[in-house]
């Protein structure tokens, strides 16, 4: 026989655990709380470093506004350059309109395909020099290197929440992982059985040593229970799938209640379901014992089976 000071150091030891146990799981409940504050920090930052850089386009977009009406005045005062280069590219547009150059046209843009890519670079730099645009090719390029930077950081903000969600999965891992290993070794010591015995005390006992149980966790149980049902007459009958949610949620109270075997008796319902006649599958529903014996709860099912 063990003596009283073994006793004491074995009850020591599994108290150590439990509180080891208890107290690594607040731990890790600490640290994701710490992560969630950090994944709701990054998010609002995100936020706002759009919100931002969004106002910051929006108000060099007025200033290159103001910075067109400022050359398209500038350019009145430009010399016959100017209207050279707007006639060289109005030439096109004009000869287009006119029957007998169209092939003029269509062969110059075709022959413009062979044009160096270099060529192409000069020709843009002559005009914007020319036309006086130099100011806003400047603003574009930089409008269009903020975009760039915008999109680096809505980028670099997305990859942050991304981790900070992989860190808050993980610990939610841990913490089943410690949840199940608890659950596994008091389902051990407790045993299970399905129906109610009374225990060394003389309590009613069902379960894994249950004396009680709340609606939430009978709910849980239900909710287990309908999608097991859910899943059993998808497979066995191939109408199911077909019926609206109301009539699959009768279908599934009534085997519920009566039972896969129960249910599978209801021939005639079940025919005039296969034939997409409703009114006389609901109908066939009260030829049954378990009408008799439910009247009032089987006749709320089958006016929300009949209306659908």
């Not at 609606?215 to 007459?233: A, P, V, W, Y």
């Not at 009566?258 to 409703?278: A, P, R």
């Amino acid at each position: 026989m063990l003596g009283f000071g073994a006793i004491a150091n074995l009850a020591g030891s599994v108290i150590s655990g439990v509180n080891d146990h208890f107290k690594g799981k607040q731990e890790l409940k600490k640290v994701k709380l710490i992560a969630d504050k950090e994944l709701i920090a990054m998010e609002a930052k995100a936020k706002i470093a759009v919100q931002q850089a969004k106002v910051d386009m929006m108000l060099n977009t007025q200033d290159n506004d103001f910075k067109l009406d400022m050359i398209a005045l500038q350019n009145q005062k430009k010399s016959w350059k100017d209207e050279f280069v707007l006639a060289i590219f109005m030439i096109p547009f004009i000869a287009i309109f006119i029957p007998q150059y169209h092939h003029f046209v269509e062969d110059g843009f075709k022959a413009m395909e062979y044009i160096p890519e270099w060529w192409t670079y000069l020709v843009i730099g002559m005009v914007v020099s020319i036309m006086g645009l130099r100011g806003l090719l400047r603003d574009f390029m930089s409008n269009s290197n903020m975009r760039l930077k915008l999109k680096h950081k809505e980028n670099q903000a997305i990859n942050d929440i991304k981790h900070t969600k992989v860190k808050i999965k993980n610990i939610d891992n841990d913490l089943k992982g410690q949840n199940n290993k608890a659950s596994l070794f008091i389902a051990n010591e407790e045993g299970f059985s399905e129906k109610v015995y009374k225990d060394s005390l003389g309590f009613d006992t069902f379960g894994i040593g249950f004396t009680y149980i709340t609606k939430k966790e009978s709910l849980d149980i239900l909710n287990g229970r309908i999608n097991n049902l859910e899943e059993t007459l998808s497979s066995k009958y191939k109408w199911f799938n077909s019926l609206s949610n109301n009539r699959k949620m009768i279908i599934i109270s009534m085997c519920y209640q009566l039972g896969l075997n129960g249910f599978s008796e209801f021939k005639n319902t079940i025919e005039f379901i296969e034939e997409g006649d409703y009114i006389r599958a609901g109908e066939e529903m009260k030829d049954s014992l378990a009408y008799k014996q439910t009247s009032q709860r089987w006749d709320r099912q089958i006016k929300i089976f009949q209306d659908g």
